[in-house]
């Protein structure tokens, strides 16, 4: 045995968590040299082709395929009518009630589609150019059916998005405070304000996003081998290999799912999608391995949506600004079909709503809609931003009415550090954290008082570029999920993850992970954390993932859950490792299990320079030749973690925002985001997660929004116009940190895969708002294009020169925010002492 | 994206592309620079038979100098434009509007007559050619060639001079030396297509407006010159009041588009902004 341990004479060895080391997985992930699901290429594999509906909804009356099927290189054309019964579905996972309305989202449509895009012929070819060159020639008649494309206008129930059912409701979700014994009555808050305090009404509309992942979607199906292998661009191979089985009838032991590496998701790839289950369909059918790779217009089409809500909001306050009550009634749109949690998405704005502000009084109503549009699920942060954007831009309009600095309203309702943990009106328990000592370090960096004093002398001066700031102090939930929550909301599984580490007889340590990155660098987190906890040298850790073969057991990525609940998983088995180990130790060295101590990977005999490597003990493990009697010659280690709790990262993001009141242009200044992620593993990737985070949510403010026509079309069907930003499009973050560590896991961690999205939205919009509120703006729709702040300012001025702000009524169906750029009237109120 | 079958021509001059387009006719498409071409193709919105591609016509490609006129191949890429320094001289506006199209990667692909052909009033190219009062130079079958003014070239969407068998060769642009120049391009992210464009170019003397030319961009289906603006900048003084008043009827007549980034109204207000904004700019102010 002469493996050495070249770190055992290194007194204190500089510790890997908190480095900020470059990922190990980029050269390959940036160099595109790795294996995406559409570099695969089996033997005698075929390629498909989808004929979509180009209507919203309409009723299929024929389908001829002879041409598409006489034409060169054709194997076969198939309908949903031939693979019916064979085919599955895309199931709901998430059921919100148990009288939720649940449309059969059927992968190949046979009867009837429900929206544009939906597949209604799958093309088979000896080439994907041959497959896409027969796929024009199938011939589909249609019968079209009245769309309801409007979320309102379904919810009227006047037209259907499936007649069959006979509504669009979906399911009515809701939360009281006072019901559930959280807090008080949210409508005697509300009486309460009108007659002697302050009551903000307000109604926002969350538009409608798509999530433009760098890789499209791919699936290759290779049915010959004992086991059915599904590759597949996904962020969730183990709960795609279970609805697979569960619903196409194929046992769970014959189906291998691999995720290999995948290029990017933001939520978009945590779903079961028709064409992964229509490629296995026709695989199975032919008997040959398949593969469906989507276009970029498919892509936009087709992939899930995300967001699309209306929030009808109301806040009452105390006139010092004490805040008494928050009721928040959304209207959700599911598109077409309830996707895999579409239901649960707005749904966990229940808990986000109140957010870091003592409302004693709450209530959250979520009705959710069914539209002929593309179905809606989960998109980076997922409810979450949703929730914030509306507590965050309410708070800005209290300060507003109070007259008061949005930060001090702020301050004057949060929860303080000392509080901690705290149970909130909506009943999670929040952890940790310290929102003073993230406003302050922000304030600080971003000049607050500075840039105030700037926009006092352009207001004073009439600047035709007017500031604004605006302020976003958020929370999220992040860490899904504990699995008993789960099962009190009707979740289909659970939230636990799953870890083992393999010690090498060559000393070199294998960590199988359950969660699926796609993207966000975990192999180079998960080493930095064992590398510490074993003593082993970074890069003899590999780490393996997104292979139900290699990850038997696993929930995947989504939710900030990776690092929060994955690698704590892995943490814990690397202690099960060190136990194992240790008793071998004590063995070899001929010492009691009690005298060891274990540091720097060497279990040395306390008081003496005798000590022995973990590699050392890998290899003797291995060869076994000189084991404890009876024991199992083994050290490797399992481990399954469900948490206790979620984790609550928080955060305070400022904005300044310029705006040309000639043209309604905005040009962001300055953006500074102080976030309290817990403890930090690498620094880097942080980074990089905020920066790219932080984009996308200001993208929701200033650029994003899938668009449709009166017929049902998605006009922003490519990036021309659906219009998203490049590095070109934004400036340089300010970005630092305080640190709460969570409580809920051993290494204090909390999620920063979603913060910035979460956070930056409001921001953004705030600071557009605060700069043209003097002008006679209290809201513009998003995304807040040039035309609809220079609108927002022509209606504003319109308004305050006729004097009629104050008459205006509340939630006035005609006015406020719905008329793209329409600046809405006020409908603040306050109430008058008697 | 996977583009209809088509078979591929590369002539080698121009007389074979323009017998090439005489057999074809019809179903053929001419590639240039292919970044508006491409996109067409795989998203099978246009299946042409036959795609005869123009890379390889060195005739094509290049700068050269005529006396007091620029001479610029078709085939000259948006980034070669953009490096030439007798453009940067004597055409400052071109360069200007160049600078602002789309990406690198695409400025590196793109041709200027690509661009000027296909005729996209959404494009850069055409508002600062028919303010430079370039000529275009076609070619035609038998070794014919014609030469058609600017006002002439652009007759609507998607739509020029340049007939079926016929290629544009060159862009002469009369050369504005010591001329001031801005092209300001309103988008909303920074690869997109021009929201609006104008494009302005301005001979000072002694602090006031000798000379100008305006064109516009996506104010119409096809690129406008404002001459009425133009006359009524001569002999202003370079002045935020003066040119404001010059400016204020630029829209007038126009007929922009309305879209998802803004309206046709809207786009009018955007023209007279940026209008005075571009003269300013180009006069120094």
Redesign the interface.
């Known amino acids: 045995m002469t493996i050495t341990d070249d770190r055992t004479d290194t007194a204190a060895p500089e510790l890997e968590i908190g480095k900020a080391r470059r990922r190990k997985e980029d050269q390959r992930l940036i160099t595109g040299r790795t294996r995406w699901t559409d570099n695969i290429q089996l033997p005698g594999m075929l390629h498909l082709a989808m004929v979509r509906s180009p209507f919203a909804h309409a009723t299929i009356t024929a389908i001829d395929t002879s041409e598409a099927k006489a034409a060169p290189g054709v194997i076969d054309v198939v309908t949903g009518a031939d693979i019916k019964d064979v085919q599955g579905v895309n199931a709901n996972a998430w059921p919100i009630t148990p009288d939720q309305v649940t449309p059969t989202h059927l992968p190949v449509a046979v009867e009837r589609v429900a929206c544009a895009g939906e597949i209604v012929a799958v093309v088979v070819a000896r080439s994907?150019?041959a497959a896409?060159?027969a796929a024009?020639l199938v011939d589909v008649d249609y019968d079209e059916l009245p769309a309801v494309l409007d979320l309102k206008e379904a919810a009227a129930d006047t037209v259907l998005a499936h007649p069959d059912l006979g509504t669009n409701k979906s399911a009515f979700w809701k939360l009281d405070s006072a019901e559930a014994g959280t807090g008080g009555d949210v409508d005697a808050a509300i009486a309460k304000a009108r007659a002697d305090g302050v009551v903000i009404e307000r109604e926002f509309r969350q538009q409608r996003l798509i999530p433009a992942f760098m890789e499209p979607r791919s699936v290759v199906v290779d049915p010959t081998g004992e086991q059915m292998v599904v590759w597949s661009a996904t962020q969730i191979p183990h709960i795609l290999r279970f609805l697979i089985s569960a619903t196409m009838g194929i046992p769970e032991s014959k189906v291998r799912v691999i995720a290999p590496d995948v290029g990017g998701g933001f939520g978009g790839k945590l779903q079961t999608t028709p064409e992964e289950f229509a490629t296995i369909a026709v695989a199975r059918r032919l008997g040959k391995p398949c593969k469906y790779t989507e276009?970029?217009?498919e892509s936009l089409l087709s992939g899930h949506h995300g967001r699309d809500q209306w929030q009808k909001l109301t806040l009452s306050a105390e006139k010092d600004g004490t805040v008494t009550g928050f009721k928040v009634e959304l209207l959700a749109d599911m598109g077409a079909y309830v996707a895999i949690v579409g239901g649960g998405v707005p749904v966990l704005g229940a808990w986000m709503f109140n957010s870091i502000y003592k409302f004693p009084a709450y209530q959250f109503n979520c009705q959710t809609v069914l539209t002929n549009k593309t179905w809606v699920d989960a998109y980076r942060g997922a409810g979450r931003p949703e929730a914030t954007f509306g507590i965050e831009r309410m708070m800005d309009e209290l300060a507003a009415e109070l007259g008061r600095d949005p930060l001090e309203v702020r301050e004057q309702n949060w929860i303080t550090h000392e509080e901690f943990p705290f149970t909130t009106v909506a009943g999670m328990t929040y952890d940790s954290g310290n929102y003073e000592a993230a406003t302050a370090r922000a304030k600080e960096l971003f000049g607050y008082d500075e840039l105030r004093a700037e926009q006092q002398r352009r207001r004073e001066s009439n600047d035709p570029v007017q500031l604004g700031i605006g302020v976003s102090t958020f929370t999220e939930m992040c860490g899904l999920a504990p699995s008993r929550i789960l099962g009190q909301l009707s979740y289909g599984a659970g939230g636990w993850e799953h870890a083992s580490i393999r010690m090498l007889a060559t000393g070199k340590v294998e960590v199988v992970t359950g969660v699926s990155p796609h993207g966000q660098g975990h192999e180079t987190a998960w080493s930095q954390i064992v590398a510490d906890r074993l003593g082993v040298p970074f890069e003899d850790v590999e780490v393996l993932h997104g292979d139900t073969q290699t990850s038997p057991r696993g929930l995947d990525t989504y939710g900030s859950r990776s690092l929060v609940v994955g690698a704590e998983a892995v943490v814990r088995a690397a202690d099960k490792v060190i136990d194992k180990a240790k008793v071998f130790a004590a063995h070899l060295l001929e010492a009691s299990e009690d005298d060891l101590e274990f540091k720097a990977g060497r279990f040395g005999v306390k008081g003496t320079d005798k000590g022995i490597g973990i590699a050392e003990i890998a290899l003797a493990t291995f060869t076994a030749h000189n084991l404890p009697d009876g024991a199992e010659p083994s050290i490797d280690a399992d481990a399954t973690f469900d948490p206790d709790n979620f984790s609550f990262p928080h955060g305070t993001h400022l904005c300044a925002m310029e705006v040309d009141t000639?043209?309604g242009?905005t040009t962001m200044r300055k953006y500074v985001c102080v976030d309290d992620i817990g403890t930090i593993i690498n620094p880097l990737i942080v980074e990089g997660q905020v920066h790219g985070g932080l984009v996308q949510g200001i993208a929701q403010a200033?650029?994003e929004g899938a668009?449709y026509d009166e017929q049902g079309t998605l006009?922003?069907g490519?990036f021309?116009?659906y219009?998203?930003?490049?590095a070109?499009?934004t400036i340089s973050f300010i970005t630092d940190h305080t640190t709460s560590p969570s409580t809920t896991n051993t290494l204090g961690t909390k999620g920063v895969g979603e913060a910035g999205t979460i956070a930056s939205t409001p921001a953004v919009v705030n600071a557009i708002i605060d700069a043209v509120r003097p002008l006679g703006v209290d809201d513009i729709v998003m995304p807040c294009?040039?035309?609809r702040v220079?609108?927002a300012i022509q209606a504003g001025q319109a308004v305050s020169h006729e004097g009629e702000r104050a008459a205006a009524p509340h939630f006035d169906e005609a006015t406020p925010n719905q008329d793209p750029g329409a600046g809405s009237p006020s409908t603040t109120t306050e109430g008058s002492d008697q | 994206m996977i583009p209809a079958q088509f078979d591929y021509i590369a002539p080698g001059s121009v007389e074979e592309a323009i017998s090439a387009l005489a057999e074809h006719g019809d179903d053929a498409k001419v590639l240039a620079g292919g970044q508006s071409l491409l996109p067409i193709l795989r998203m099978r919105l246009n299946a042409p038979g036959f795609v005869i591609d123009l890379g390889r016509i060195g005739e094509l490609q290049g700068i050269t100098e005529e006396g007091d006129t620029l001479v610029i191949g078709a085939m000259t890429t948006y980034a070669a434009v953009l490096a030439s320094e007798a453009v940067g001289t004597h055409a400052a506006l071109l360069s200007k509007a160049i600078q602002t199209v789309a990406d690198p990667q695409i400025r590196h692909r793109g041709t200027i007559g690509g661009a000027l052909v296909h005729a996209d009033p959404a494009g850069d190219v055409g508002a600062p050619a028919l303010a430079l009062g370039a000529e275009f130079v076609i070619a035609g079958p038998g070794g014919s060639t014609r030469t058609v003014a600017g006002d002439d070239f652009f007759e609507d969407l998607f739509t020029t001079a340049v007939g079926e068998g016929e290629l544009l060769t060159q862009i002469r642009v009369p050369k504005h030396t010591g001329w001031g120049a801005h092209y300001e391009k309103f988008v909303r992210v920074s690869h997109q297509w021009s929201i609006v464009g104008i494009a302005a170019t301005v001979r000072s003397e002694g602090g006031s407006i000798a000379e100008a030319r305006v064109g516009l961009t996506n104010m119409g289906s096809t690129p406008l010159r404002a001459r009425a603006v133009e006359d009524a900048l001569v002999g202003q003084p370079a002045t935020d009041e003066a040119v404001r008043a010059a400016v204020a009827s630029v829209a007038e007549g126009t007929n922009p588009p309305s879209d998802l980034n803004g309206d046709s109204d809207y786009r009018k207000h955007l023209a007279t902004v940026l209008t005075r904004r571009a003269v300013l700019a180009a006069a120094g102010a």
Do not use: F, I, Q
Not at chain 1, 723 to 726: H, M
């Open positions: 994907a150019a896409r060159d024009e276009t970029r217009s000639e043209t242009a200033l650029w668009e006009v922003t490519s021309v116009d219009t998203l930003p490049t070109a499009d294009t040039p035309e220079w609108k």
